[in-house]
């Protein structure tokens, strides 16, 4: 959880064009035998407080239950609706809005919250700014900076990338069993349909014995490199074309 108080966010907020939160979204859900129901949550906040300690952000506490309706035959997994997660992002964009934070970024640890990327698509003349991250392009980068021998199609859930995240975050809340649990589906194309149970047994796809703690310390560190540009995007008073974003009567921006 985050510890600033309203003074530290102000100060942060001194000389930027446009301040910046970052919103942790991850998930509940199963995450093999080894790995907790929190994983994605846990990621999530891994990446943002990475990019919270090099860039002047307003780091926000995670949203913790998300899309997970693929797990649901694994005992633990909780969901709520996409039509909820979309409500609860944009109703915190707009108190960030009445508080005077412009941008938004959403640092998602969960492949499964297709709807980040319409609220995101959507936030065109909200007044606040939206980025979705990390990109798929943005964890290639890391994965091949980091030296992840899984591809990203194979490395889908409770693999080398989760799992070496929480080698290096949070060891202790790692079983033993990740050496042992390889699996690989790539063909995945009825996941929606089926779930994830149709792919997998033990619920993990992918390579976790290949994880280490020196492998996840590399993609943070990675990614948080991979934020400047949103960073950059996210704080400039420019639109995307280069011409100053002027605000009509009621305020939102055109």
Known sequence: MPSDTSHDVRARAEGLSRQVAVLPVGSFEQHGPFLP???DTLVACAIAREVAAAYPV????????????????????????????HAVV?????????????????????GGNYVLGNVVQES??????????????????????????????????????????????????VRPGYESTDFIADDRRHLLTLGMSAYTESGVIGRPSLASADKGKHL?????DSFAAYFSLASSKESVGGRPETTNPEGSQR
């Open 90 to 110: 944009r109703d915190i964009a707009a108190s960030l809005r009445r508080s005077g934070v412009e941008a938004l970024v959403l640092v998602n640890g969960h």
């Open 58 to 85: 307003h780091l926000l506490p995670p949203v913790t239950i998300s899309c997970s309706h693929e797990h649901a035959d694994w005992p633990g997994t909780v969901s709520i609706s996409s039509v909820t997660l």
């Open 220 to 224: 943070l560190a990675a990614l948080a």
């Open 37 to 39: 129901l929190a994983t």
């Open 124 to 173: 065109a003349g909200s007044g606040v700014r939206m980025a979705l991250f990390p990109a798929a392009e943005d964890w290639e980068a890391a994965r091949e900076q980091a030296g992840v021998r899984t591809s990203l199609l194979s490395d889908m859930h409770a693999g080398e990338i989760e799992t070496s995240i929480l080698l290096h975050c949070h060891p202790e809340l």
